[in-house]
């Protein structure tokens, strides 16, 4: 079956500094991956999405970027954080045979 | 282009009633519909998908939903709600899944509430 990991889980780091989050998924090959955030109360922001190694597209422009090194592998990014860059960021998955998504447990990200 | 309407924000039911959260649709090609619940401080689970076979669907939890085509309407219904239904509900529309570049469309959510 398939797993998909999140880390860390909860993250507190104060404005200026660099962010890197880490989404792997076992028990497929190709998928498309993303990378949506929740700010609070708010509902589901589409950042970035991949469908293959290298391979990036951005949904809102912004001080984040994306990276996908390997196959099942997709790192979120800053290299200096924003007060409003706080949220639940959320990685996701897709089979391209398939037509849902499956959501990693998420890290929270606190910028004070 | 696609997109995807949930009526309500927030909706707050009795235990042991009827739950009913609205979604509404567009899509210009015959679209894959899903409801995803998410928990506090957890991901978003799938409850149940729609992809063109039995108009009525049925998913996890006792939860259910009808695809009703000439309404654009894909409504969540449970005859009776318990405590641990208490959640956020996200609808989503796609196209066929078979394009690499195919997106989700989330709704923008409706927190269920429960009363005791």
């Known amino acids: 079956s398939q797993t998909i990991h999140q880390w860390p889980a909860t993250l507190v780091q104060p404005v200026g500094s660099p962010l890197s989050l880490e989404c792997t998924v076992e028990g497929t090959s190709n998928p498309n991956l993303y990378w949506y955030r929740q700010a609070a109360g708010r509902g589901l922001q589409l950042l970035f999405y991949?469908?293959?190694?290298?391979?990036i597209s951005s949904e809102v422009p912004q001080n984040l970027s994306a990276s996908r090194p390997q196959d099942r592998q997709f790192i979120l990014s800053s290299k200096k954080l924003l007060l409003s860059d706080s949220g639940f960021y959320l990685c996701a998955w897709r089979n391209r045979d398939r037509g849902e998504q499956y959501f990693g447990p998420g890290t929270r990200l606190t910028v004070t | 282009a696609q997109s995807v309407t949930q009526l309500g924000s927030h909706v707050s039911v009795s235990e042991g009633a009827l739950v009913l959260l609205r979604c509404n649709y567009s899509?210009?090609?015959?679209?894959?519909l899903f409801w995803y619940v998410q928990y506090p401080n957890q991901g978003l689970q799938l409850l149940l998908k729609y992809t063109s076979a039995a108009t009525l669907v049925k998913g996890i939890n006792g939860f259910e939903a009808e695809f009703k085509k000439s309404e654009t309407s894909f409504h969540l219904t449970k005859p009776s709600a318990h405590m641990s239904d208490a959640a956020e509900y996200f609808c989503?529309?796609?196209?066929?899944?078979?394009?690499?570049?195919?997106?989700?469309?989330f709704g923008s959510g409706t927190r269920l509430s429960i009363r005791p």
């Open positions: 899509s210009s090609v015959p679209p894959y």
């Open positions: 991949s469908v293959g190694i290298g391979q």
């Open positions: 989503a529309v796609s196209s066929h899944g078979g394009s690499s570049a195919s997106k989700i469309i």
